[in-house]
Protein backbone atom coordinates (compact mmCIF):
# COMPACT_ATOMS: atom_id res chain seq x y z
CA UNK A 1 0.00 0.00 0.00
CA UNK A 2 2.78 2.47 0.79
CA UNK A 3 4.01 1.65 -2.68
CA UNK A 4 0.64 3.23 -4.30
CA UNK A 5 0.77 6.13 -2.35
CA UNK A 6 4.18 6.90 -3.31
CA UNK A 7 3.64 6.49 -6.69
CA UNK A 8 0.03 8.33 -6.84
CA UNK A 9 2.25 11.34 -4.75
CA UNK A 10 4.75 10.88 -7.65
CA UNK A 11 2.44 11.31 -10.79
CA UNK A 12 0.52 14.18 -9.06
CA UNK A 13 3.76 16.30 -8.05
CA UNK A 14 5.33 15.37 -11.76
CA UNK A 15 1.63 16.36 -13.57
CA UNK A 16 1.82 19.35 -11.49
CA UNK A 17 5.56 20.23 -12.28
CA UNK A 18 4.45 19.65 -15.69
CA UNK A 19 1.29 22.36 -15.81
CA UNK A 20 2.84 24.75 -13.37
CA UNK A 21 5.54 25.39 -16.36
CA UNK A 22 2.81 25.40 -19.35
CA UNK A 23 2.84 28.82 -21.29
CA UNK A 24 -1.33 29.41 -20.07
CA UNK A 25 -2.74 30.41 -17.24
CA UNK A 26 -5.62 27.65 -16.94
CA UNK A 27 -2.66 24.05 -17.05
CA UNK A 28 -0.46 26.60 -14.18
CA UNK A 29 -3.45 26.95 -11.93
CA UNK A 30 -4.65 22.64 -12.44
CA UNK A 31 -0.84 22.25 -12.02
CA UNK A 32 -0.32 24.21 -8.54
CA UNK A 33 -3.63 22.34 -7.08
CA UNK A 34 -2.24 18.99 -8.16
CA UNK A 35 0.57 20.20 -6.30
CA UNK A 36 -1.47 21.15 -3.41
CA UNK A 37 -3.14 17.72 -3.35
CA UNK A 38 0.57 15.75 -3.83
CA UNK A 39 1.40 17.74 -0.53
CA UNK A 40 -1.88 16.62 1.22
CA UNK A 41 -1.49 13.21 0.47
CA UNK A 42 2.07 13.25 1.53
CA UNK A 43 1.27 14.86 4.95
CA UNK A 44 -1.51 12.34 5.27
CA UNK A 45 0.90 9.47 4.65
CA UNK A 46 3.53 10.75 6.53
CA UNK A 47 1.19 11.12 9.43
CA UNK A 48 0.08 7.65 9.62
CA UNK A 49 -3.49 7.59 9.73
CA UNK A 50 -5.47 5.33 12.03
CA UNK A 51 -8.98 4.48 11.51
CA UNK A 52 -11.16 3.90 14.65
CA UNK A 53 -8.95 5.36 16.83
CA UNK A 54 -10.36 8.56 19.42
CA UNK A 55 -8.26 11.66 18.18
CA UNK A 56 -8.47 12.52 22.38
CA UNK A 57 -5.98 10.62 24.50
CA UNK A 58 -8.00 8.58 27.15
CA UNK A 59 -6.96 6.53 29.60
CA UNK A 60 -9.71 3.93 28.40
CA UNK A 61 -8.74 3.79 24.70
CA UNK A 62 -6.03 1.32 23.66
CA UNK A 63 -4.96 3.95 21.34
CA UNK A 64 -5.63 7.46 20.12
CA UNK A 65 -4.78 9.02 16.48
CA UNK A 66 -2.77 11.93 15.84
CA UNK A 67 -4.74 14.87 14.83
CA UNK A 68 -1.97 17.02 13.80
CA UNK A 69 -1.56 15.80 10.09
CA UNK A 70 -5.05 15.97 10.15
CA UNK A 71 -5.49 19.87 11.35
CA UNK A 72 -2.10 19.95 9.00
CA UNK A 73 -3.98 19.25 5.75
CA UNK A 74 -7.33 21.02 6.59
CA UNK A 75 -5.19 24.39 7.20
CA UNK A 76 -3.85 23.37 3.85
CA UNK A 77 -7.00 22.59 2.16
CA UNK A 78 -7.79 26.23 2.85
CA UNK A 79 -4.94 27.91 2.04
CA UNK A 80 -4.63 25.94 -1.07
CA UNK A 81 -8.57 27.31 -1.93
CA UNK A 82 -7.95 30.74 -1.56
CA UNK A 83 -5.04 30.34 -3.66
CA UNK A 84 -6.23 28.78 -6.32
CA UNK A 85 -9.68 31.41 -6.30
CA UNK A 86 -6.58 34.09 -6.21
CA UNK A 87 -5.16 32.90 -9.07
CA UNK A 88 -8.38 32.39 -11.25
CA UNK A 89 -9.45 36.23 -10.45
CA UNK A 90 -5.59 37.27 -11.49
CA UNK A 91 -5.93 35.20 -14.36
CA UNK A 92 -9.30 36.51 -15.39
CA UNK A 93 -7.73 40.04 -15.07
CA UNK A 94 -4.33 39.29 -17.21
CA UNK A 95 -6.99 37.98 -20.02
CA UNK A 96 -9.37 41.07 -20.07
CA UNK A 97 -6.48 43.93 -19.96
CA UNK A 98 -4.24 41.50 -22.64
CA UNK A 99 -6.87 39.82 -24.59
CA UNK A 100 -5.16 36.58 -23.62
CA UNK A 101 -3.95 34.32 -21.56
CA UNK A 102 0.11 34.07 -22.06
CA UNK A 103 1.52 34.04 -18.21
CA UNK A 104 4.98 35.92 -19.58
CA UNK A 105 2.95 38.79 -20.58
CA UNK A 106 2.86 38.12 -24.56
CA UNK A 107 0.77 39.57 -26.94
CA UNK A 108 -1.47 37.44 -29.15
CA UNK A 109 -0.03 35.97 -32.33
CA UNK A 110 -1.59 36.67 -35.85
CA UNK A 111 -2.60 33.25 -35.85
CA UNK A 112 -4.12 33.17 -32.79
CA UNK A 113 -6.00 36.31 -33.49
CA UNK A 114 -9.63 36.95 -34.33
CA UNK A 115 -10.28 38.50 -37.65
CA UNK A 116 -11.28 41.91 -36.36
CA UNK A 117 -8.61 41.76 -33.79
CA UNK A 118 -5.87 41.44 -36.68
CA UNK A 119 -7.41 44.41 -38.26
CA UNK A 120 -7.40 46.89 -35.35
CA UNK A 121 -3.99 45.79 -34.41
CA UNK A 122 -3.06 46.27 -38.33
CA UNK A 123 -4.37 49.98 -37.88
CA UNK A 124 -3.20 50.55 -34.78
CA UNK A 125 0.63 49.70 -36.32
CA UNK A 126 -0.32 51.76 -39.14
CA UNK A 127 -0.96 54.86 -37.10
CA UNK A 128 2.39 54.57 -35.26
Do not use: C
Not at 22 to 39: K, Q, S
Amino acid sequence: MEWLIAILIGVMTSAGVYLTLRARTFPVVLGLTLLAYAVNVFLFAMGRLTIGQPAVIDAAAAGYADPLPQALVLTAIVIAFGMTAFLIVLALKARGEMGNDHVDGLHLADDERLPEQISSHNNQEAKS
